[in-house]
């Protein structure tokens, strides 16, 4: 009897630990299931014990999300990693690694450290490379130095190699907003690896620097030339900052402006008309009120030029120009959801969502929502208006500030 009495109460026990496992996995398959139809990703399930996993493609590269495990025994400890890997390689075979206690040993052993000559990037990161000079050239950039600190200071575990990007938290999340915003940072860190970078905080760039050592501006301009032949793209200014545009319900149409022979027909009045509020200039050191300025609408051939197969090179920097900076009215339907990275990116768009959609006969959109604008998930309808602000050289579509 009471050998039978223990065999009983172990049955229980165990049977108690297999529903409480079920249980789990079964809200975290729920959980990431949400996930995987927000970000358009393939949820993977291998059983009501076992844990779920994603995989697909997220931004133009192929991402994963699982549950690893670290230690032994009682010391196991399960960890959410989210990955993602680049179309190619890091530019020079690119590596980087968090600096630990074992990486110590390994330098003073004679494994390759560079020294990249900024502060306090090379006391925290290990940076390896077959080419050295081209990854320097990468790593110089101040801003990238400050995505790959903030990486490595948020994340419990997080390396660059081989054109991959490796995060794990320091727990098991099934948080859909956490999770996403995981996969936006993978990737964003990728891009910013491969020499992509969002080109609307240049001149926070300017005005923000991390301190370098000992290295003159001559060889930073080299490095830097020598990084864009490397990676086949060329710098361009930034673009114009986005312009609010009015409603028709607050101010109205916009007057009319009259053709040329109007003007050299009318008598010449006695004082020069005021200036139309699109045409008022700002009174110095002040900006001008956002409500008061209008954005010309886009040319719906100018947008056609950029679908063209084939374009680039000048045609292509020509066609993006004469896009830039203006208005445009989207209506279609929802294609794709991610959230908007938090790296230069202005508010109100910081940390809102950004939704692509598909252009027939035109560029894809990838439409930038206010942060507080009610949440849009794959295959809703959307319309709306916003400014033009950029093109996406890596993705060949243009990038939308939606109105607030």
């Not at 794990?168 to 964003?188: F, G, K, M, P, Y």
């Not at 110095?284 to 084939?310: C, F, H, K, Q, Y």
């Not at 604008?373 to 243009?398: N, Q, S």
Request: overall charge negative; hydrophobic content about 40%; charged content about 25%.
């Amino acid at each position: 009897m009471e050998a039978l009495a223990l065999f009983l109460v172990v049955g229980a026990i165990a049977a108690i630990a297999v529903l409480f496992s079920v249980n789990r996995t079964r809200e975290r398959k729920q959980a990431w299931g949400a996930l995987a139809e927000v970000v358009g990703l393939e949820l993977h399930d291998e059983g009501p014990t076992k844990d779920p996993w994603l995989s697909g493609t997220f931004e133009g590269m192929e991402v994963g999300v699982e549950v690893v495990s670290r230690g032994t025994g009682r010391f196991r400890r399960y960890l959410t990693q989210v990955t993602a890997q680049s179309p190619r390689p890091f530019p020079g075979r690119l590596a980087l690694y968090p600096q630990g206690y074992l990486q110590r040993v390994g330098r003073a052993m004679g494994l390759q450290d560079i020294v990249i000559g900024a502060q306090p990037f090379d006391d925290h990161v290990v940076v390896q490379a077959a080419e050295p000079q081209v990854a320097r050239g990468v790593l110089r950039n101040p801003r990238v130095q400050r995505m790959v600190l903030e990486m490595f200071a948020e994340y419990r575990e997080a390396w660059a190699h081989s054109g991959q990007v490796v995060l794990l938290r320091s727990e098991l999340t099934d948080n859909v907003a956490v999770l996403s915003q995981d996969l936006q940072n993978a990737v964003t860190l990728c891009r910013a690896l491969l020499g992509k970078l969002p080109e609307e905080t240049r001149d926070k760039e300017k005005k923000e620097p991390l301190p370098e050592k000992d290295q003159p501006a001559e060889e930073h301009v080299l490095l830097a030339s020598e990084l864009a032949d490397v990676l086949g793209f060329v710098e361009e200014e930034a673009p114009p900052p986005p312009r609010r545009l009015r409603s028709g319900a607050d101010e109205g149409p916009p007057p009319p402006r009259p053709s040329a022979p109007q003007v050299a027909e009318a008598p010449a009045p006695s004082a020069p008309p005021p200036p139309t509020p699109a045409e008022a200039p700002a009174p110095s050191g002040s900006p001008a009120a956002p409500s008061a300025v209008r954005a010309e609408p886009v040319d719906p051939a100018a947008l056609a030029r950029l679908a063209e197969r084939g374009l680039a090179g000048r045609a292509q920097d020509e066609a993006v120009a004469a896009v830039v900076g203006r208005a445009i009215a989207v209506q279609g339907t929802v294609h794709e959801v991610r959230r908007t990275a938090a790296f230069g990116v202005e508010a109100p768009w910081r940390s809102g969502q950004t939704v692509v959609v598909k252009g027939e006969g035109t560029p894809d959109l990838a439409l930038r929502l206010p942060a507080d604008a009610a949440p849009l998930k794959r295959g809703d309808p959307v319309e709306a208006e916003g400014v033009i602000r950029e093109w996406d050289r890596m993705y060949r579509r243009l990038v939308v500030d939606v109105s607030p």
